[in-house]
């Protein structure tokens, strides 16, 4: 019996695009138009051009019978059963079909899928059906809270709560200046654990008295522990004292058992305390003081009973007040800035709205509460085709509300007979949990079906890299498994689990015949000189490669963090300048000259006296542009006229510009400075000016917002550079996915967890905690462990554990030849400890492998094994790549084509406005006339045209005023709202704009006559699922060929959708009558 769903557990390199592939392939076969009813979904752009790409390809590939296809016919043919000719016969129909139905072919990004049905949802959600989607959300939360902050008064109350927080801020001896720390925790709005909540947190919050209740009964119970463990220690001396004796009568004096108790009585008592000292002396009273002290056997007598008694009852209660202590100290903590996070959620809200905008990090959480708990797969049939196959890749990186949200529509899937539905993810490759990723899915992912429902298989060999590299990443991932397993398992058994079950099938098989190739050099250097001696190990082992014949395309370095990347960078420009280093940093728009130049230009229109900008941008232009020698010293002069470098049409014509549009204003200044005469700049100025037009488009053509929106994101923009010959140096995180012959792994010594600024959400499980729904908490393994939020702790500590040793396998499994990798000697809690254990062990299991340096510890040690590959040794992959040579047009590698930007000035012919036509006409009352008339009617067909109901009339008049449409007294809002309101008073109308229907609003049907193809645009077209109504709008004298016009209308709906004729009914409108005639 066939499972409904398949769920692939990969690995590295394992083929898991090639299977994905093959199985969309192969239900393509058995039904060439099954396209319509399949949704793939995966999680980068990148990730869906190449599977799209890839099945294009070998459809091609299996219909053309091309020997790059062999291995994806020979899957089809096992898995269908059909023979070659067949098979080959449905891959030419099922390509062609997907050419032509290519908005069918439906291989998006989870992100993409689910915008398709927000959007049409938009009536369901009380969202406009043209709403922008925005991704920058720490952008447009920085706008709120200084908006928030902007608007307030002296009586409001959220001044009030930022008064009390700077208060409290100054009391604790942190900085007054809170507002850069209320942007960075307002940023938890957007995190899915805040939005679970939020709706029950701001309930909490805004109930009468709460936060006053809830702090007050916080603050008494932190104080009340607090105090009782100062007691505690001062009754320590108290009994001393009472009994005539000091500190120095006790072993150790200061030193020894008085000090846990002089902690105490200053407010110190957390789990650190309770030192050997302690220990010793509740095991045993003969440790309170020496063997000669004359008053040995008193003091042994108190030991037995009153000190002792006050020891083992300050030890008894330490952990109780502590828990109390510190889980109200942890909770306190930012509650002034939690109270705040409504006002800032309500800014961002309104300022959403204001720009018709809807953040994309919302989407999940909408779509999930108009889900709620229902079954029922509605929502996904406004796609407007039913799904009987699903494909989730990267199933690992999905977050627990996508999964949830999916669910449902996978359950629907797997009710159809005949569904094929797959999973494909790698626990291993998790990396993206600061997304919201959540590798428990994949690995509990039995427990989400029944055992009839659900077959999981293993992709368990490795086709990408070299047997050398594949034995080494097999004994070290299993090692270091163990290890960290072993580290958990003390701390937290039950969970560590699941890390033994994350990793249990790390080790994977060799494909038969592959040579025992590649190689793998791991060297620890010395802490002293770190860095340099890092950056110098990096230029020899490329040097080495070189030498060796390797290109420097087959190069990569991957680092852990990209502060990284400009020093490698620079040290290769200065040290190796033969070596050609290529990064997304040296593509970044803010690495242009024209650019920049640009950019100089707009911030001096907008500030004329600032003379650095001005000498930057006569420095640039004069040598950049010019090829002029720079005089950068002379141009910091007072004395040089900084005005006479700059060009004459800038200079002389600053107003004119300013008074331009930004976009033109732009352009001209390009043809100003003459940047058309900086080479390889093409590219960058073309998308800059991509940039420029989409901000334009979206926002207000104001020269100083622009340039915040340059500096804020707009610079970090890059372009396209896979192409580019030389050295590639990227973050791991961007690595994931691709793969390179050779890869340099510099700086492996991360930190494993960031114990500053890190928040964790917490749900506070103990009365009164609880009381609240979620609570912000520094995450420290210190202040964390024995409170209330210790669990929330070890389940953290574990997922930073999972994802840095699975940052450290995605970064280990990108080498197919050799694999290098250099990290620090003796680096306590960061990434290189690991290593530096797991070596010893690997080197006993694969016997040919050598280390060395393990016996000093102040030494580099080097670990190697394997031999270097050859520079054309093939490793054996089953993924097809581009080649110039193959008959395949979808696997031709892309030919550069030169690009060149060049401005033209626009010429624009004299434009009238219909004012001034009227002006000129004069008093001739019969056209003015005409022309309201006429003007009245564009204005009702504009707004007929774009409404779905009545209650959409407000904001259709308003953005007519906005673009200027409605601008004089004899054509106002009010003036076409009477005349709306008395065409809706006809029940016939009123019904065609009422919420019953569903709407298409001048909606393009295109039709083939004679082998060319036929636009047609009807004004409105409604339908309920039984009924079909067309309805043209019209303004003049009733024509009998508006009848024909209608009519043809309504025979395509007929055929387009297959209804009997009796179910479409037609109408003319004759809008200033009132007129209504159906068309028969």
């Known amino acids: 019996m066939v499972k409904p769903l398949t769920v692939y557990k990969a690995s590295a390199g394992s083929g898991k695009t090639f299977t994905l592939a093959t199985e969309y392939i192969r239900l393509l076969v058995e039904n060439p138009t099954s396209y319509r009813n399949i949704l793939a979904v995966t999680f980068t752009n990148k990730a869906t051009e190449e599977m799209k790409m890839r099945i294009l390809s070998q459809l091609y590939g ?34 062609q079909n997907l050419l032509h139905n290519y908005n069918y072919f439906r291989v998006e990004t989870i992100d993409t899928f689910f915008q398709s049905v927000l959007r049409n949802l938009a009536r369901e959600l009380e969202l406009t059906t043209n709403l922008r989607i925005g991704l920058n959300d720490h952008q447009i939360e920085d706008i709120a809270v200084d908006q928030l902050i902007a608007d307030l008064n002296t009586t409001d109350i959220v001044l009030q709560w930022i008064i009390r927080y700077i208060m409290e801020s100054i009391s604790d001896d942190r900085s007054w200046n809170v507002i850069s720390k209320i942007k960075k925790f307002g940023c938890t709005i957007f995190q899915d654990r805040y939005k679970e909540v939020s709706d029950e947190l701001s309930k909490k919050m805004q109930e009468p008295g709460f936060f006053e209740r809830y702090t007050t009964q916080l603050r008494e119970l932190r104080e009340a522990a607090l105090e009782h463990m100062k007691q505690i220690g001062e009754s320590f001396f108290d009994e001393l004292e009472a009994e005539q004796l000091t500190i120095d009568d006790l072993s150790g004096k200061s030193r020894g058992i008085a000090s846990f108790f002089n902690k105490l009585r200053r407010g110190e008592f957390d789990a650190s305390i309770e030192n050997a000292t302690v220990a010793n002396h509740l095991e045993s009273y003969e440790k309170w003081c020496t063997k000669t002290h004359p008053k040995r056997d008193y003091i042994y007598t108190l030991a037995q009973g009153s000190l002792g008694n006050i020891l083992r009852y300050a030890v008894d209660e330490r952990p109780r007040q502590w828990k109390l202590y510190k889980s109200a100290d942890l909770t306190l903590r930012h509650l002034n800035q939690l109270r705040l996070l409504g006002s800032i959620e309500q800014k961002v809200r309104q300022l959403n709205a204001d720009a018709n905008r809807f953040l994309l990090s919302d989407t999940q959480q909408l779509l999930h509460a108009l889900i709620g708990e229902s079954d029922s797969p509605f929502i996904f049939e406004k796609i407007g085709t039913q799904l009987e196959h699903v494909m989730i890749d990267e199933f690992q990186d999905t977050s627990t509300v996508q999964w949830q949200n999916f669910c449902v529509l996978l359950a629907e899937a797997m009710s159809h007979e005949n569904t094929s539905n797959l999973i494909v993810g790698d626990v291993k490759q998790s990396i993206y949990r600061w997304r919201s990723g959540d590798w428990r899915l994949l690995n509990d992912i039995e427990q989400q079906f029944n055992s009839q429902q659900i077959e999981t298989r293993a992709l368990d060999t490795n086709y990408r890299s070299q047997r050398n590299i594949i034995q080494f990443n ?89 502060q990284y990347i400009p020093t490698i960078a620079r040290y290769f420009m200065e040290q190796m300048p033969e070596v050609t280093i290529v990064s997304d940093e040296a593509f970044r728009l803010d690495a242009s000259n024209a ?135 990227l973050s ?64 953290e500590h574990l997922q930073n554990t999972v994802d840095n040793l699975n940052l450290l396998y995605v970064a280990f499994t990108r080498a197919c030849k050799g694999l290098y990798v250099l990290g620090r000697r003796n680096a306590k809690n960061l990434r290189s400890t690991l290593i530096e254990q797991c070596l010893p062990l690997v080197a006993k299991e694969l016997s040919d492998a050598v280390i060395e340096g393990m016996e000093d510890d102040k030494a580099t040690l080097s670990f190697t094994y394997g031999t270097p590959a050859s520079p054309r040794s093939d490793t054996s992959r089953i993924t097809p790549h581009a080649s110039p040579k193959t008959k395949n047009p979808f696997l031709k590698p892309a030919e550069p084509l030169p690009v060149a930007f060049s401005y033209h000035e626009s010429k624009v012919s004299f434009r009238q406005s219909n004012r001034s036509q009227a002006f000129i006409e004069g008093d001739d009352e019969e056209k003015a006339q005409r022309h309201r008339y006429i003007q009245a009617g564009s204005v009702l067909h504009e707004i007929f045209s774009t409404i779905r109901t009545v209650n959409d009339i407000p904001d259709a008049l308003r953005r007519l005023q906005f673009e200027g449409v409605l601008y004089d007294e004899e054509m106002t809002a009010g003036h076409i709202t009477m005349m709306l309101k008395k065409r809706l008073e006809n029940p016939r109308v009123a019904d065609w704009f009422s919420p019953r229907w569903t709407l298409f609003n001048e909606c393009t049907i295109l039709s083939v006559e004679n082998g060319e193809v036929k636009e047609r645009r009807p004004d409105r077209v409604m339908t309920d699922g039984q009924e079909w109504i067309v309805v043209d709008f019209k303004f003049g004298s009733p024509k009998p060929e508006y009848h024909d016009q209608v009519r043809e209308y309504m025979d395509l709906i007929q055929k387009m959708e297959s209804v009997s004729s009796d179910k479409i009914h037609g109408y003319l409108w004759y809008v200033y009558s009132n007129k209504i005639e159906e068309v028969k």
């Open 732 to 795: 791991i995180h961007k690595s994931k996915g691709l793969e390179y012959p050779y890869v340099i792994i510099p700086f492996c010594d991360w930190q494993l967890e960031k114990q500053n600024d890190n928040i964790l959400w917490c749900k506070p499980a103990e009365e009164p905690f609880s009381d609240l729904p979620i609570a912000p908490v520094d995450y420290s393994q210190r202040q964390m462990m024995g409170t209330i939020y210790e669990h929330d702790y070890l389940q």
């Open 474 to 562: 097999n004994v070290f991932f299993r090692q270091a498994a163990n290890l960290e397993y072993m580290a958990q398992k003390e701390l937290n058994a039950a969970e560590a689990a699941q890390l033994e079950k994350a990793y249990a099938d790390v080790e994977q098989k060799i494909p038969a015949g592959k040579d025992p190739l590649g190689l793998v050099s791991i060297r620890l250097l010395p802490a002293d000189d770190y860095q340099t001696a890092t950056l110098k190990q990096i230029a020899e082992t490329i040097a080495t490669l070189r030498a060796q014949g390797i290109p420097q395309k087959e190069i990569a370095i991957l680092v852990r963090v990209n």
């Open 62 to 95: 299996i219909w053309k019978q091309l020997p790059e296809s062999a291995d994806y016919m020979k899957v089809i043919q096992e898995k269908t059963g059909f023979g070659e000719e067949l098979i080959s016969e449905r891959a030419g129909i099922a390509l």
């Open 595 to 729: 650019v920049c130049l640009l950019v100089q230009a707009l911030r001096l229109l907008t500030h004329p006296d600032d003379q650095l900008t001005k000498a930057a941008i006569v420095k640039n232009w004069h040598h950049d542009v010019l090829g002029e020698p720079a005089e950068d010293n002379r141009l910091l002069l007072s004395t040089v006229d900084l005005d006479s470098g700059l060009p004459e049409a800038f200079r002389n014509h600053r107003e004119e510009l300013t008074a331009m549009p930004l976009y033109d204003l732009v352009e001209r200044l390009y043809d100003i400075f003459s940047l058309e005469r900086l080479s390889e700049q093409s590219a960058y100025v073309c998308t800059f000016f991509d940039q420029l037009a989409a901000y334009v488009s979206e926002n207000t053509a104001d020269i100083f917002a622009f340039l915040n929106e340059w500096d804020e994101t707009i610079c970090k923009k890059t372009i396209q550079s896979d192409e580019t010959e030389g050295v590639r140096i």
